[in-house]
């Protein structure tokens, strides 16, 4: 489980993309951008500021006269020029996305093809959508919503930029862009293709900046009409208070603390070792984890022991070497604040069926955990409240089908759900009861057509297919 020795030359990252044009950036704070496989630095950030954020927004708003009045075809070839512009940087970007956020290899290959395949969904969702329809006596236009502020975060850069570029693209609207910090080395490979590409100058505008700045610029601009936000429940409620004041129209993607209920039917065999791949995808940093593992009581015994077994069959370690399924955390913040969960499960009681506190042997050098279990979890204990964003399994049981939906349920959260079940219209009866955007029945599957969203405190509005398109869409009745 040894890691490689770092031989990777430190990078500059000064390069701002306003108008079409590679500019450096006016702001002249710089931050280190950092290898999770062994915490050296291989990057120095230059962050943007307010002056390079306005002049982003300026030429949005330019560009944005020109392009809401494209036609559909125009904009679908628009998207594929799009699409094969990161399709041919493939390699370097899942090589970004090894390096510098610690993906495994399988990982950094799916996430990265996913996001060069978004651009082509939204061509056929627009190729397929009436942007003028009859209602009623009226005629409905869809228009664009205007200029896009984009907020994305690190563990899942592309693919959360390009599921809102594509359908703001495909709408009509411009976009700046706000990509996180600690994402900088994939950020300059997406703006390399975006040049590339060849839209218009100032439909795509990217700025790498911090949220108090970069991010405050954005909400509070009265020339910004829409928020696409990514991340935290905790941000994403700010940005919705600062976007009040202009009555900006909003897409959160929030936190999430998902079910994952096991109905007394299920095969454990084929169940348990997915319901492990469920919590530990993209090293346990998703917002779609699958973190609380919801069991029959009186089958808890063999939960258990499967469970053991499949952590026990992982292989962890550097993300460079071909096999390893789970890499370190992003950041050595992340890793400490994974480890306070960890030791509060252990201080409240819970059972560490397998993984506990610190590096495992061999890996000490970077940020990795553990890969844990915990079972005889209560539904008070900080570990099945909190969304840990790491490799953190809890493991909950339930007497009858209704309390494991009422303990499905008992979060304020709603993301995703997940569900196991030898029959599917008893698993489909239960998904309907469950209180989340998008449930998944004996699957990990993903349909990009196919709404993503959360209810509750999960998020606000759905990204993928006609629904995502939508979002950056407003009708204008013309009656008469």
């Not at 399994?393 to 339930?398: A, E, F, P, V």
């Not at 303990?407 to 309907?432: C, H, M, Q």
Request: with cysteine.
């Amino acid at each position: 489980m040894k890691t490689h020795e770092t031989t990777i030359p430190v990078r500059a990252f000064d390069r701002a993309y306003i108008n079409g044009q590679f500019v450096t950036p006016h702001g002249t704070q710089v931050v280190d951008l950092v290898n999770p496989t062994d915490n050296k630095v291989i990057g120095k950030v230059t962050m943007a500021d307010e002056i390079d954020t306005r002049k982003a927004i300026g030429a949005a708003k330019e560009a944005f006269n020109t392009f809401s009045q494209s036609s559909k075809e125009y904009r679908m070839d628009c998207l594929q020029r799009l699409h094969d512009a990161v399709a041919e940087r493939m390699d370097q970007l899942v090589e970004a996305t090894i390096v510098e956020y610690g993906a495994p290899q399988d990982r950094a290959k799916g996430s990265n093809n996913l996001a060069a395949e978004i651009f082509l969904h939204f061509k056929k969702v627009l190729g397929d959508f009436d942007l003028v329809k009859t209602v009623g006596t009226s005629k409905v236009v869809m228009e664009p919503a205007g200029v896009v502020g984009i907020f994305t975060p690190w563990n899942s850069s592309a693919g959360s930029i390009a599921i809102k570029v594509a359908p703001a693209i495909a709408a009509g609207c411009t976009v700046v862009i706000k990509p996180s910090e600690m994402s900088a080395m994939q950020t300059a490979v997406l703006m390399d293709a975006f040049h590339e590409a060849g839209l218009p100058p100032g439909v795509i505008n990217v700025v790498t900046g911090l949220g108090e700045v970069v991010g405050t610029e954005l909400t509070k601009s009265p020339d910004i009409q829409k928020i696409a936000f990514t991340g935290s429940t905790q941000i994403g409620k700010l940005i919705a208070k600062y976007s009040l004041d202009t009555m900006k129209r909003l897409t959160l993607e929030l936190g999430g603390k998902s079910p994952n209920i096991i109905l007394d039917d299920a095969d454990l065999f084929t169940a348990i070792p997915m319901a492990i791949n469920a919590c530990y995808l993209n090293n346990g940093q998703a917002c779609i984890a699958a973190s609380r593992l919801i069991v029959p009581e009186d089958q808890l015994d063999e939960v258990k022991r499967l469970a053991k077994a499949a952590v026990e069959k992982i292989k962890m370690g550097d993300p460079r070497d071909r096999g390893v399924t789970l890499g370190p955390l992003a950041s050595i913040k992340q890793y400490k604040r994974v480890q306070e969960c960890i030791k509060s499960g252990i201080e409240e009681g819970a059972e560490l069926v397998i993984g506990g506190e610190g590096h495992p042997q061999g890996l000490e050098g970077g940020n990795f955990v553990k890969p844990t279990v915990f079972a005889n979890v209560t539904r008070d204990m900080r570990i099945a409240k909190e969304e840990i964003f790491g490799p953190v399994l809890s493991i909950l049981t339930y007497k009858t089908e209704a309390e494991a939906i009422e303990i499905a349920n008992d979060t304020e959260f709603g993301l995703i759900a997940y569900v196991s079940s030898a029959d599917p219209e008893r698993a489909t009866r239960v998904a309907r009861k469950l209180a989340a955007g998008r449930v998944l029945i004996n699957t990990l599957s993903h349909d990009p057509f196919a709404p993503f969203g959360g209810f509750k405190q999960s998020g606000i509005g759905r990204e993928g297919g006609i629904f995502g398109l939508q979002e950056y869409l407003e009708p204008k009745a013309i009656i008469g």
